[in-house]
């Protein structure tokens, strides 16, 4: 019970890591609010936890930063842990990008976690123990053909992280992002699926020879979340399986 008493919101909560990190931060003992679009059947995938509430919302919409936060703190005027999860992908090549592409990758991946954080912040200085946990990607740090825009969000999402935690730590808040490798989940299995050899290519350019699982990432994300990961701050934790290792 590394998480309990605590409040937490977790968004893309779904499917994939967001659904993992709810489940287990529930597990933990926490309060979660679990945060997706509508039509993605969030009831069911969380029917069997009592301790997490719902909320159908795109992250992008205008104003659903506030009543984000006010869902999650409206039952205890609390709210210890943010998990910026929601995420899309994005792929053209920079010639060929079109403003609406653009526009709308950084808005669900940068502009909405920046909001969500923003009206967080009161509840999170006023945490025993207040936690940003923001999903990047290693397309952070690397790149690939058609991703300027993923990889522009992703990147912007690491300044965004580092920043926050320099300003929020006199208040005890830390704030850390995960740079996810290749993890099975629903934006990948897609893909996947139709062409196995890529996801075997993915597989084998790790150090560990694996795909990730969600739970890879939700494991990450509870020691942040938790009192393990007290001093730890603006840091981004690769949780790849030693994907970036290789120049
Ligand atoms: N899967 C990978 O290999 C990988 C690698 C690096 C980073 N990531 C990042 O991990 C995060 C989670 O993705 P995932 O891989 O679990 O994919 P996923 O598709 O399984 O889950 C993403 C969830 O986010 C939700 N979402 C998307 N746009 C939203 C919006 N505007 N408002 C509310 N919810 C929205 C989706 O409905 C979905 O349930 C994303 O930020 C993604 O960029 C994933």
Redesign the pocket.
């Known amino acids: 019970m590394r998480l309990s008493g605590r409040v937490a919101v977790v968004?893309?909560?779904?499917?994939?890591?967001?659904?993992?990190c709810a489940q287990l931060f529930a597990n933990a003992g926490a309060r979660v609010l679990a945060?997706?679009?509508p039509g993605?059947n969030l009831g069911s995938v969380h029917k069997m936890q009592g301790t997490i509430s719902l909320l159908e919302?795109?992250?992008?919409?205008e104003g659903?930063a506030a009543k984000i936060i006010e869902a999650a703190t409206k039952s205890h005027g609390q709210l210890d842990i943010v998990m910026?999860?929601?995420?899309?992908?994005s792929n053209a090549l920079a010639e060929e990008m079109t403003r609406e592409v653009w526009d709308r990758t950084l808005?669900?991946?940068l502009t909405?976690p920046f909001l969500i954080c923003q009206q967080a912040i009161p509840f999170l200085k006023k945490s025993r123990a207040g936690r940003i946990i923001n999903?990047?990607?290693?397309?952070a740090d690397g790149t690939d053909y058609g991703l300027s825009a993923?990889c522009a969000s992703?990147a912007g999402v690491a300044g965004l992280t580092r920043t926050l935690a320099l300003e929020l730590g006199k208040f005890n808040v830390t704030a850390n992002y995960?740079?996810?490798?290749?993890?099975?989940?629903?934006?990948?299995?897609p893909l996947w699926e139709a062409r196995p050899d890529i996801a075997d290519i993915w597989a084998k350019k790790s150090a560990l020879r694996r795909l990730?699982e969600?739970q890879d990432?939700a494991r990450a994300a509870l020691f942040l979340a938790s009192d393990d990961g007290a001093f730890v701050t603006g840091h981004g934790l690769n949780v790849d399986g030693g994907l970036m290792l290789r120049v």
């Open positions: 968004t893309g909560a779904a499917s994939g890591i967001g659904h993992a945060v997706d679009l993605r919302i795109d992250v992008s919409a659903a910026n999860n929601a995420g899309m992908a808005a669900v991946n909405a999903v990047a990607s290693v397309m993923y992703k995960l740079l996810p490798g290749a993890i099975r989940t629903g934006m990948t299995r990730g969600p990432l």
